[in-house]
Nanobody, 126 residues
C-alpha cells in the first residue's frame, strides 16, 4: 500500500523545537521531490519547504518559505525511506497541521504532488 505517514507533531512552547517525520511505504522516497505544507485554522494550505529528489533533478536542493528560513531544515534519510522537517525557534504563527507530499513532476504545488500524507498537528503555545 502506497502511503505517507507524518509523525512528531505536538504541543510546544514558543522558542521550542520539534522534528516532524514523514515515512513512506509502497514506494522509494529518494526518487521523489518532497514538499512540506501546513494549514492553520481558517487559512489556506501553504508550502513551507521543498527538497529535490536524490538525483537533484530540480534546479534547487532545498527551498523554504520566507517565514521559516533559518528556523526550519528539511532533510531525507534514504535508508529509512523517511524525510524530516526540523523546526526550531517555533512561534505561535507556526501552529498548523503539517503535511508531507512526494512528487515526480517538479512542481511545488500541493495538488500536483503524487502522494500526500494525512497530516500531524503542531501547536505552539505557552
Amino acid at each position: 500500500q502506497v502511503q505517507l505517514v507524518e509523525s512528531g507533531g505536538g504541543l510546544v512552547q514558543p522558542g521550542g523545537s520539534l522534528r516532524l517525520s514523514c515515512a513512506a511505504s509502497g514506494f522509494t522516497l529518494e526518487y521523489y521531490d518532497i514538499g512540506w505544507f501546513r494549514q492553520a485554522p481558517g487559512k489556506e494550505r501553504e508550502g513551507v519547504s521543498w527538497l529535490s529528489d536524490s538525483n537533484g533533478s530540480l534546479k534547487y536542493k532545498a527551498l523554504y518559505v520566507d517565514s521559516v528560513k533559518g528556523r526550519f531544515t528539511i532533510s531525507r534519510d534514504n535508508a529509512k525511506n523517511t524525510v524530516y522537517l526540523q523546526m526550531n525557534s517555533l512561534e505561535p504563527a507556526d501552529t498548523a497541521v503539517y503535511y508531507c507530499a512526494a512528487g515526480a513532476g517538479g512542481s511545488k504545488l500541493w495538488h500536483e504532488f503524487d502522494y500526500r500524507g494525512q497530516g500531524t498537528q503542531v501547536t505552539v503555545s505557552s
